[in-house]
């Protein structure tokens, strides 16, 4: 791979997680959490696969793969407590659940 080509690909990593940084930060719905989330983790992804094409290794995609599966163990997992607290306080505002509050 060209090393202006994978500077790209890194940038493009280095938005992408800046983005989902900011969802993290500055959002309060639970669910653009996780998708904040998500963004975060395909950033790394993208900058995991860059470095192993400029390297010519597969050490990258194979932390990719456990990546992928992490993430979805955390969407499936915390979709399933978005919702049971959906049901309970119909909300999803992070502002309002403080039910592991004493």
Do not use: C, P
């Not at 963004?39 to 990546?67: E, P, Y």
Request: hydrophobic share 65%; glycine share 4%.
């Amino acid at each position: 791979m060209n090393l202006e080509i994978a500077h790209y690909y890194l940038l493009v990593s280095a938005i992408i997680f800046t983005i989902g940084v900011l969802g993290v930060l500055l959002r309060r719905s639970a669910i653009i959490i996780l998708m904040s989330i998500e963004l975060m983790l395909n950033a790394v992804n993208l900058a995991f696969v860059t470095f192993s094409r400029i390297n010519h290794s597969l050490d990258g995609q194979i932390f990719v793969f456990f990546i992928m599966t992490v993430a979805a163990a955390e969407a499936v997992v915390g979709l399933a407590i978005v919702i049971a607290i959906f049901r309970k306080k119909v909300s999803t505002d992070v502002d309002e659940i403080n039910l592991m509050k004493w």
